[in-house]
């Protein structure tokens, strides 16, 4: 039997990765009924009642990813209505990320290094936060961590299935997400140059990838002016830099993607470890420096393990030089993310016994801290769905609704309240539909105010004046949902 499914490490090992298998499936299924956000509203409209080719269709002319979580999705939603479905996906692929992790760290990093890896990709609230997000993130750090380990067993073993599993593996990785190619480039320049008797092999299992990503290659082109579009947006909020880069890499390994640092975990928790990453990288970099000559060398799995943990952030970094582009988001590092936490794992276990416990247990501290708070509503996503169910219990048939933000249009899907309503309601948007609510509500009597507060607007204590024309509406009620985005609920009546 192989090395990496052979001796997983013994009982104690194997049960410590299965308890942390079931954590993180405890933590996420915490968040599995949120209220859908963001890009998940894209997923929800592609995906929802649409036939195998209308899927196909819309993902080429409107979205800037390959189709296939698209139809991972779209099957699983199939079986129930509820946001259960639609995110069991991303739920799987997170899940089994945890025992994945371990078995690669056991095959690069080693036993100890593998679990402290595979506890930081459980207790991490970005694979939290992903791991119950409607998108290919999670499945892109499976299938990424998975490719490596499959290419890893077939340069070993020189075995067709593994070489065939390597070849499924890496197009799995490229139909899910371009962010994808950065890890699989440096895996076979890493093999390339390390494994020169498997060249052969190894070119031979990559022309069949081509091959078979050839069909895509019209659709891939078609979207990137939806790619350079999306670029040119968030270089507006998330412009390119140095700062931002180092920023983004910290979030993917002990932050959450949209909660601001320090905040979660906490500035003590997150300067504790810091300075533990920190001191532990510097350890190493001088035991690897005054022993350069005598040490593993780039053909060491740990060479491969630190290539990939560097591979994604530098092609984000590589591709955000453009002028008035970025694509520095945390979610773009998610096919570095295993890399990234072995190589976290394997530095901290490199400090020595007396060192390594107290850095891991700080870090452990530290990753707890960051779990719990992740569940907190303050750190959840907006509960559209609970707003939803007050104004079906509180507005009439016909009471117009009004959905404001602060933000300006982005292109994003609106009908966030409307795929949460049990029954319906006419909803406006913008001024002129502000406009033709507050006439219609004359006939009524009363008119809903819903207010999402993201960012900075969160501080916003309460709705203020906001009387409608000829201040002949008055606020009656009002109500506050809390998430990281906060929401407002204001109900006018004529006064």
């Known amino acids: 039997m192989s090395r990496a ?59 800037k990813t390959p189709p296939l979580f698209f139809y991972l999705v779209g099957a699983s939603a199939k079986l129930g209505g509820s946001t259960v479905w639609f995110r069991l996906p991303s739920l799987a692929f997170a899940v089994g990320l945890v025992p994945l992790t371990y078995v690669l760290g056991l095959r690069t990093v080693g036993r100890a290094a ?38 890893l067993q077939a340069l070993d073993t020189n075995r067709r299935r593994w070489w065939v599993a390597y070849v499924v593996a890496v197009v799995a990785v490229v139909y899910t997400h371009y962010m994808g190619v950065f890890v699989l480039v440096a895996q076979v320049a890493w093999a390339a140059w390390t494994r020169r008797e498997r060249i052969r092999q190894l070119l031979i299992a990559n022309a069949f990838v081509l091959l078979a990503y050839v069909p895509w290659i019209p659709s ?24 931002r880069l180092g920023e983004i890499n910290v979030k993917a390994l002990l932050g959450h993607p949209l909660v601001e640092l320090p905040e979660l ?16 990288a510097v350890v190493a970099a001088t035991r ?46 998610s096919p570095s993310l295993v890399a990234l936490a072995l190589l976290v794992g394997w530095l901290l276990t490199s400090l020595g016994r007396r060192a390594s416990i107290p850095a891991i247990a700080v870090m452990f ?13 303050s750190n959840r996503r907006p509960p559209f769905r609970s707003v939803a169910h007050l104004l079906d219990a509180e507005a009439r048939p016909g009471d117009p609704i009004i959905q404001e933000s602060f933000l ?23 001024s002129a539909g502000e406009r033709q609510a507050w006439a219609l ?31 002949r509406f008055v606020l009656v009620s009002e109500h506050r949902y809390t998430g990281f985005w906060d929401i407002l609920v204001g109900t006018y009546a004529l006064g």
């Open 265 to 280: 975990p906490g500035r003590p928790a997150f300067i504790a470890a810091m300075v533990v990453v920190i001191v532990a």
């Open 220 to 243: 891939y082109l078609l979207q990137q002016s939806h790619s350079d579009k999306e670029a040119r947006g968030i270089a507006r909020f998330a412009p390119a830099s140095v700062e």
């Open 5 to 63: 499914f052979g001796k997983l490490g013994g009982g104690w090992w194997v049960a410590a990765v299965g308890a942390l298998t079931v954590v993180a499936f405890v933590l996420r299924a915490v968040l599995l009924r949120d209220s859908l956000f963001g890009d998940e509203l894209f997923m929800y409209r592609i995906v929802h009642n649409q036939s195998v080719g209308n899927v196909m269709s819309v993902v080429r002319h409107t979205e």
């Open 114 to 151: 593998g679990l402290a890896g595979a506890a930081i990709v459980a207790l991490d609230p970005f694979t939290i936060f992903y791991g119950t997000e409607g998108r290919a993130y999670s499945a892109l750090a499976f299938l990424a961590a998975l490719s490596t380990l499959c290419l």
């Open 288 to 333: 690897a420096w005054r022993h350069r000559r005598q040490g593993p060398g780039l053909s060491s799995p740990i060479a491969l393990v630190l290539l990939l943990a560097v591979a994604t952030p530098a092609g984000v970094g590589l591709v955000s030089l453009r002028p008035d582009m970025s694509f520095m988001l945390p979610r773009n590092l």
């Open 408 to 430: 300006p249009p982005t292109g994003a899907p609106d009908d966030v309240l409307l795929i949460n309503f049990r029954h319906p309601h006419p909803l406006f948007r913008g």
């Open 441 to 471: 509500g004359r006939r009524g009597g009363r008119v809903f105010l819903v207010l999402p507060l993201p960012g900075i607007y969160k501080s916003v204590p309460h709705l203020g004046r906001r009387n409608g024309p000829g201040k």
């Open 365 to 377: 501290v530290v990753l707890v801290i960051g779990a719990a708070d992740s569940l907190e509503d």
